[in-house]
């Protein structure tokens, strides 16, 4: 390994980081000055991040410098309303897992997360994962609701098998971001994937029918078909960051379709009249569920769970 290099940050722990460079991971640290930049992060350096570093005598990394990224998804950070969390960096396509009981995934969570990744030109594919476990008329109705705003949406069930080679054909060639609650099954369906990673994998909390943290820190792994996943631990909630009230609908596929034919050019589609995204949900071409997180959006964001 030369002294000077360039590579791409494959774990992320807040000590300490792997960067895969040269056919090889390295351990490495980051060089203080990078996170005296006024970073509004709690994570100055993230997954996926590419980075300049320097090998110290010992062998070991110290990253001096941070790449510019293409892309990232981010959240509001846990009890810090001004600083944010960085999830992963550089990715070409989001797969969000999610789960109609066992845990219950809540549509806000999903509806924030989407419009986070649609901020920031992330493709999202949505994963139905346990889809064994529920009910056949709550799977219809999601993806009625999700498929009708735009996205794709895929059931799959790990244990089984089922959906897991669609899931395979996604992410060749890809850096992909699975993401998703505690107990969705994110673990375990990388597993089901590429079943030569050594990836955590843990049941739910029988109390609280919650699931239990497996992955402790983002992890960045190649996989044998070609590609690189990076696997998240499992996100309470998704607080937005530093999108306006005035643009939060053009990250709404179905509002954005439909906005043009309103009678103002800044309609806030709350209250105008002649408002074409309000008559699209009254005639049930937006789904009611979809506009109504929009106005929690715009609302209460504050209060939302993070």
């Not at 090889?24 to 980051?30: E, T």
């Not at 395979?168 to 992909?176: D, E, F, K, S, V």
């Not at 949900?281 to 506009?291: M, N």
Request: net charge neutral; hydrophobic share 40%.
């Amino acid at each position: 390994m030369e002294r000077n290099f360039t590579g791409i940050v494959t774990r992320a722990t807040g000590s300490w980081y792997e960067v895969f460079a040269g056919g090889r991971s390295v351990r490495c640290r980051i060089r203080g000055r990078i996170r005296l930049r006024g970073v509004r992060s709690t994570n100055p350096v993230v997954v996926g991040d590419a980075v300049r570093c320097l090998t110290d005598e010992e062998g070991e990394g110290i990253i001096v410098d941070i790449l510019p990224r293409r892309n990232y998804v981010i959240r509001r950070a846990s009890n810090l309303s001004k600083e944010s969390h960085i999830i992963a960096a550089n990715i070409d396509q989001a797969l969000l897992l999610a789960t109609l009981s066992e845990p219950e995934t809540a549509p806000e969570f999903v509806d924030r997360f989407l419009v986070t990744c649609e901020a920031y030109r992330i493709p999202v594919v949505l994963l139905l994962s346990k889809c064994d476990l529920q009910h056949p008329d709550a799977l219809a109705a999601f993806r009625a609701v999700y498929e009708g705003a735009g996205y794709r949406v895929l059931e799959v069930t790990a244990v089984e098998g089922r959906g897991v080679e669609e899931v395979r054909a996604l992410l060749t060639g890809r850096t992909t971001l699975v993401a998703g609650n505690s107990g969705v099954g994110k673990s375990t369906l990388v597993q089901a994937i590429d079943p030569t990673l050594d990836i955590r994998i843990g049941a739910l909390s029988e109390a609280h029918r919650k699931g239990r943290h497996t992955t402790t820190f983002s992890t960045m792994y190649p996989l044998a078909g070609g590609g690189w996943i990076i696997d998240t631990p499992g996100i309470k909630g998704f607080g937005l960051l530093d999108i306006d009230d005035a643009e939060l609908w053009h990250y709404f596929p179905e509002m954005l379709r439909v906005a043009p034919e309103c009678r103002f050019y800044n309609c806030t589609h709350t209250h105008e009249p002649g408002c074409a995204v309000r008559e699209a949900v009254e005639c049930g071409t937006i789904a009611p569920e979809r506009y109504e997180s929009y106005l929690k959006m715009l609302s209460d964001d504050e209060k939302y769970r993070r």
